[in-house]
């Protein structure tokens, strides 16, 4: 679970006072989801099995808000660059940070959402030994997509963006990164626990992946919490500079937004039109 963080000067979408107040609302889900995932957790440390598929069904509910959040997010980007996918040839961070880790959040969330179900109808119904694997699998898989796109994420680089912008950025990323790797690590000791064992529907999570799934949303809470410090600050736009998009990308989509055509893509259609047409000169 990771909310993407950019400083892109691009990220134009919609009316003014609409995009912030998309922006605060999707930093304060993104302080809500946490929230909703600590207390998930927290009930399953009790020994009724009421509390333990209300919190549950309260983890689900979670997840689902992260899976609005990232949603927003890819988005956004898109939106940002006119959904023009082209220009990821001018800027590949666009490729490789602002697309890609928006879907890594998105599959990991699924999956984890798809592994908690899983355990939630083993609770209601009855304990299956190949559902429970299932979910076991799933629970592994999903904080994997979240530490990939956690690693992308932190690994932005910024030349022109504010220093602090830039010291905001690293305070949110690192969070939840942190949380990321304590979900893995708790999928790979729950699936440790579980191998091979005997045990009843109350005893299919492990207490070591109730914990750290608890100590990751902790830090996911307080990844939210910075990051609405952050969206805070660049709102306000009281000196803070944001980043334009490297290469030409940021000029080839404001060009787009004018109607006009880059000059770079229309030279790239040139040397193409002059490639094929020979060649079906010499066509009989």
Not at 115 to 123: A, K
Not at 128 to 134: F, M
Not at 251 to 268: D, M
């Amino acid at each position: 679970m990771v909310k993407l963080t950019t400083a892109r000067e691009s990220r134009t979408y919609g009316h003014l006072a609409a995009r912030d107040r998309l922006e605060y609302i999707n930093a304060g889900l993104y302080v809500l989801a946490p929230v909703l995932l600590v207390g998930g957790f927290t009930a399953q440390l009790s020994a009724a099995p009421a509390f333990a598929k209300s919190g549950l069904a309260l983890a689900l509910i979670g997840l689902a808000l992260v899976l609005v959040v990232n949603a927003h997010d890819l988005v956004a980007h898109l939106a940002g660059v006119d959904f023009c996918l082209s220009l990821v040839e001018f800027d590949v961070q666009l490729a490789l940070v602002e697309f890609s880790v928006p879907l890594a959040h998105i599959v990991g969330t699924i999956l984890n959402f798809i592994g908690i179900l899983f355990f939630l109808i083993q609770m209601e119904k009855r304990y299956s030994p190949r559902l429970e694997s299932h979910a076991v699998n799933t629970l592994i898989s999903g904080p994997i997509f979240w530490v990939i796109g956690s690693i992308h994420n932190i690994c932005q680089v910024y030349e022109t963006a504010n220093g602090h912008v830039q010291i905001l950025q690293k305070c949110v990323q690192v969070p939840l990164l942190m949380g990321s790797l304590l979900f893995l690590v708790a999928g790979i000791l729950n699936n440790h626990d579980t191998f091979g064992s005997i045990h009843t529907t109350s005893k299919i999570m492990g207490k070591s992946w109730v914990w750290l799934c608890l100590s990751g949303s902790c830090l996911f809470f307080v990844g939210g919490l910075l990051n609405v410090v952050k969206v805070s600050k660049m709102q306000r736009r009281d000196g803070v500079r944001l980043e334009k998009l490297r290469g030409s990308a940021h000029e080839s989509s404001a060009r787009r937004r004018e109607g006009q055509l880059p000059l770079i893509l229309e030279s790239s259609r040139r040397k193409k039109a002059e490639e094929v047409t020979p060649h079906y000169k010499a066509m009989p």
